[in-house]
Every structure is written in structure tokens, then in C-alpha cells.
């Protein structure tokens, strides 16, 4: 029910959906904090003030590290969206959590937010990773990140 309610505040289009939804991101199921993440998206590229847009780009951020895959790549996704280029370096870190299972979907989100400075941060990163194991994730990240740039 309170996935529902939570995918139905998203398509309300009123703000005064957002302290509710702003809530579920500390949902216990991984299923309601990514619709709700996906909910706010949709809300904030409307209708927001930007102090209320501020606290809830933190949250998501926040969010890139919790355990549950489907959160963090909802959260990537909507940071992407929302164009929170602050975020490049939390989505990098993020790919490298749970054994880099998000490392193709973070690239995803970093070639929609920023091409030029994520391929930048990227081979920076590649230089400074402990081992094979993760630069083979950052490699993916690189790979998502100029798939479009490189096949047009």
C-alpha cells in the first residue's frame, strides 16, 4: 500500500506531496524508497523552492550508499535528472558499492549528467583504484559513459 500511495503522490503534481514522499526515503522497504525516490524526481523538475530541492539532493546522495541495488540506482537516476553535477563523485564511489553490481547503471546516470567532467573524474579514478577488480568498474562506468559519444 505504501508503494502505491507512493507512486500515486508522483502523479499528483502538488507539492504538497513532497513531505510525504520526502519521508519514505527512510522507508524500511527498498521498493517504496525508490518509487519514492522516482516520485520526487518527477515533483521537483516541476514545482519546488529550492531550499526544499537542496535537502532532498542531499538525501539522494545520502542515498547512493545504501545497500539496496534498486535504491541506489534510483537515486543516481534522479540526481542525473535533476542535473546535480555536485553529485559526480558521490555516483562514482556509489558504482563501487556491493561488489560494483551498479558500476554499467552509474555510468548510465554520469553520461546523463555530465559527459566531459565524468570521463575526466573517471580516468583520474582509474589511475588511483588498488586493483584489476576495480578499475574493471570504472573501465564499465568509462565504457557507459562514451558509448553514445563514440556511435553516433
Do not use: W, Y
Request: charged residues 25%; aromatic residues 2%; contains cysteine.
Amino acid at each position: 500500500m505504501r508503494l502505491a500511495c507512493a507512486r500515486t503522490l508522483g502523479t499528483l503534481n502538488n507539492p504538497a506531496a513532497i513531505p510525504a514522499l520526502f519521508a519514505s526515503l527512510q522507508d524500511d522497504e527498498a521498493s517504496v524508497r525508490t518509487q519514492a525516490i522516482q516520485s520526487l524526481t518527477a515533483l521537483i523538475s516541476e514545482i519546488t523552492p529550492r531550499a526544499t530541492t537542496e535537502a532532498i539532493l542531499a538525501q539522494l546522495v545520502e542515498l547512493l550508499h545504501k545497500t539496496e541495488v534498486g535504491v541506489r540506482k534510483a537515486a543516481a537516476e534522479a540526481l542525473a535528472a535533476l542535473r546535480h553535477t555536485e553529485a559526480l563523485d558521490s555516483i562514482i564511489d556509489a558504482a563501487f558499492e556491493g561488489s560494483g553490481a551498479t558500476a554499467r547503471d552509474m555510468g548510465k546516470a554520469l553520461r546523463i549528467l555530465e559527459v566531459e567532467q565524468s570521463a575526466t573524474k573517471l580516468l583520474k579514478k582509474l589511475e588511483s583504484v588498488p586493483d584489476s577488480l576495480h578499475r574493471r568498474f570504472v573501465i564499465e562506468m568509462l565504457e557507459e559513459v562514451c558509448s553514445r559519444r563514440f556511435s553516433a
